[in-house]
């Protein structure tokens, strides 16, 4: 069910009003059939993946609780093989396949594993994700054993941040589902703020830079490099619109309730460094990475080789996480390399220049470097294969000047820069501190906050494009 439908919304109050009517012994069994509902709407079937893994999960955890020495070792590798396995055999089987036939074909020999028709999961890389984090907790001693089955059911499944995160961890949610949450009419408006901003960056922004974007990457060759650079612009704000307002309605929605969850994006494009970036973009995955497999592997405390392997490793993986393509992979890795480029000429100048700050006016310099460094990677993340990034990247190079495409509508492409204004000015507002996120207590005055609800209200139901499925979605 997408989150931008009529049957969502209404999904949404029937869901919500239940469950503040319904007795608080109660409330756990409403989510839980809510949110298997939500899921098999998409394909019914794959609720019996998920039923797997958290069948799995839950008696790992009882067992790591109640075992000791090399049991509870063992207890956890099998779970992390349950679900590693079932994301590896969806996501991978056919890459890896694929891959496997091509190595074999420079010796002339025939590959005998057969190619599958498997349809992906929706959202598997997420709950498979946020259901790993459970059993390594755990195990960490960090998080005790749940015992109720329907809410550590609920935890995987919970529905507003089930397809697309944010990934949570069980210290912050497993005791939400225990709390009575009373009906708040400021968490109302808190919500539905940010239920409306999510929704105005979903359908009028990234929806509507879409129109421009898909042409352009789906036939590169009708198109030329100013064309490829206006394209791969949009894109970056497409995809951070996209997913970001998914985030927000997911958040928005279940702080209506009652529930909190993680902050997933904080202003990314004003990042001055790619390291501040990748605390503001996808903060819940690069989170996960940074607690579950940058840290084990030594994190910075290590010698200086293996901490460069530790950072490409885990850069790398996060590339192979959104995908099933070598595109994701070097999107990855380019993350890995800049991070590391990055690390290396802060120390160069700092040996050179000592401690030293730019002057205000200059500041802005490396927030557009960032942000051009983080475009030119998202060619590889939106190309649908290498052939494609490396033609939209030569043609960037070798006629970066030349007749721009305006799209099917020049009046589409017009409302497309019109709506990245307003997402700037509201975003820099922000930034500035004078707005707090969603324009609750802010220092605006109640006439302009109204101004915008109506403009962002009038603007969905005009300009909106509804049906289309998130990014995010396939990963």
Known sequence: MLFNSLNFIAFFLVVTTSYFLLPHRYRWFLLLMSSCYFYMVFVPVYILILGFTIVVDYFAGRLLESSKDKKRKWFLIASLVANIGVL????????????????????N???PIPYLSILLPIGLSFHTFQAM??????????????????IYALYVMFYPQLVAGPIERPQNMLHQFREEHY??????????????WGYFKKVVIADRLALYVDPVYNNPHAYTGSTFILATFFFAF????????????????????GFKLMQNFKLPYFSNSIGTFW???????????????YIPLGGNRVKFLRWVFNVLTVFTISGLWHGANWTYIIWGALHGFYYLLERSVKKLLHFIFGDFELKSVFRVIPVILTFTMVSFAMIFFRSK?????????????????????????QFVTFLSVLSLLFLFFVEY???????????????????????????????????????????????
């Open 88 to 107: 590896a055999f969806f996501k991978y089987y056919n890459f890896l396949n694929e891959n496997l036939t091509l190595l074999l074909k420079n010796f």
């Open 109 to 111: 020999i025939g590959n």
């Open 133 to 150: 984090s459970y059993t390594i907790e755990v195990y960490r001693g960090h998080q005790k054993a749940e015992r109720h089955f329907g």
């Open 183 to 196: 009906f708040d009419f400021d968490r109302l408006t808190e919500g539905l703020r940010m239920m409306l």
């Open 238 to 257: 497409q995809i951070y619109c996209d997913f970001s307002g998914y985030s927000d309605i997911a958040i928005g929605s279940a702080h209506i309730m």
């Open 279 to 293: 605390k503001r973009w996808h903060i819940s995955l690069s989170s996960w990475f940074s607690d579950y497999v």
């Open 385 to 409: 294969d290498l052939d494609t990034a490396w033609y939209i990247i030569s043609g960037i190079f070798s006629n970066p000047v030349s007749q721009i495409y305006m799209g099917n509508s």
């Open 429 to 475: 507002l922000q930034y500035k501190g004078l707005v707090t996120l969603y324009f609750s207590e802010s220092k605006v005055t109640r006439p302009v906050r109204w101004a915008a609800y109506i403009f962002m209200l009038f603007s969905i139901s005009m300009l909106g494009i509804g049906g289309n499925s998130f990014i995010y979605f396939q990963f």
